[in-house]
Each structure stands twice: as C-alpha cells, then as structure tokens.
T-cell receptor, first 110, second 117 residues
C-alpha cells in the first residue's frame, strides 16, 4: 500500500523554528511536496523535493531522504499567520496520482 | 487570471438526490483531480484525469463518477447522495507530465461545501 504519516498537531512560539515530519510508505514516486491550508481556505503549494536534500524557499525549507522514506518541512522565524494545516504529498509513478497525508495542524503562540 | 474555479460553493442535498460539481481551469493543465476533505482525514483522492477523455479511480471512488470531455473541465457527479458524502470537495489541476518537476505542483479551487441530509 501507500501511506504518509504526519504528527496531528504541533505548537510553537512566534519567532521560533518548527519542523514538521513526514514518513511515507510507497512503491515509487517522483517527489515529496508540501502544502499549506488556512482554515476555510484551499491548500496552496509550498515546496517540492524531487531529489534528496534540502530545498529552501524564503522562511520555509523542505528536506527529503529517499533511503529513510522521510521528509520534513522547516519553518523559521514563525509568524502568527503561519498558524495553519500543513500537508505532505507524493505523486506516484503509477498513474501520476497525488496522495496526501492527513495533515499537521500548526499553532503559533505569541 | 481565474486559475481553478469550482461551482457551486455550497450545496445542501437530501439523501438520494443527484448533483454535479463543476471544475474549470484556464491554465491549460493536463492533469485534474477531485479530492474530498473530512476533519482529521486530510485530502483523499476520489478520481483524477491525466488528459481529455481519460479518467481513473483514486483512493475513495465509490459513489462518484467523473467526466473530462473538455481539457479545461472536470465534472464530479453524485448519482444518489448519501450522508457519508457530506464533505468539502476540492478540485485541483497540475502541469503537463512532460515536466516532472512541475507535475506535483497542484493548483486548487476554493472548494465546495456539500451537506447531505
């Protein structure tokens, strides 16, 4: 089968750094993506890792290790507006369908 | 630049009624998807399409049908609605498969809140 595991909730303080982990089990995929979703809104694309290593986009960084079936999203200099749900996702090589994890709810406190 | 547009935004159905959700994208994307989102369960793929005239089943296809008669439109149908189909439905699209790096970047519509009583 195929599945992605994420923590259900993470709480952090404004200005801090937080890491959201994603472990997966899948037979084959092109890469690992991350999406952000605010309450009542649509998911929006944050980052994508096709290769192992770290990808940086402003305050957000994402990491992938295919050998460990593991990835993470790193958010730096947390702001209150970062309070949202974050989803990891993989696009499978068989059929090009994109499957999402259950999501991690991030609470940023003042 | 509209992106991905879903209609309607809200709908209430009675058990057994049918309806069609419409998704339209103006980005010339090859791939289109229908997801449902329930509390605590993330986004689950219902059906998807890799091009005009093609459709395929996702993780939770039962009770739904889809059609992709035109490249820009992807329709999701419920033939006989059930309370278990109460959910928020999202349509998404992504770039051509020719560029693997862009394949996984999905663009989402604003969602449809469906309640089945």
């Amino acid at each position: 089968g195929q599945s992605l595991e994420q923590p259900s909730e993470v709480t952090a303080v404004e200005g801090a750094i937080v890491q959201i982990n994603c472990t997966y089990q899948t037979s084959g995929f092109y890469g690992l993506s991350w999406y952000q979703q605010h309450d009542g809104g649509a998911p929006t694309f944050l980052s994508y890792n096709a290769l192992d290593g770290l990808e940086e986009t402003g305050r957000f960084s994402s990491f992938l290790s295919r050998s460990d079936s593991y990835g993470y999203l790193l958010l730096q200099e947390l702001q209150m507006k970062d309070s949202a749900s974050y989803f990891c996702a993989v696009a499978h090589t068989g059929g090009f369908k994109t499957i999402f994890g259950a999501g991690t709810r991030l609470f940023v406190k003042a | 630049n509209a992106g991905v547009t879903q209609t309607p935004k809200f709908r209430v159905l009675k058990t057994g009624q049918s309806m069609t959700l419409l998704c339209a994208q103006d980005m010339n994307h090859e791939y289109m998807y229908w997801y449902r989102q329930d509390p605590g369960m993330g986004l689950r793929l219902i059906h998807y399409s890799v091009g005009e005239g093609t459709t395929a089943k996702g993780e939770v296809p039962d009770g739904y049908n889809v059609s992709r008669l035109k490249k820009q439109n992807f329709l999701l149908g419920l033939e006989s609605a059930a309370p278990s189909q109460t959910s928020v439905y999202f349509c998404a699209s992504s770039y051509s498969k020719l560029d693997r790096g862009q394949l996984e970047k999905l663009f989402f519509g604003s969602g449809t809140q469906l309640s089945v009583l």
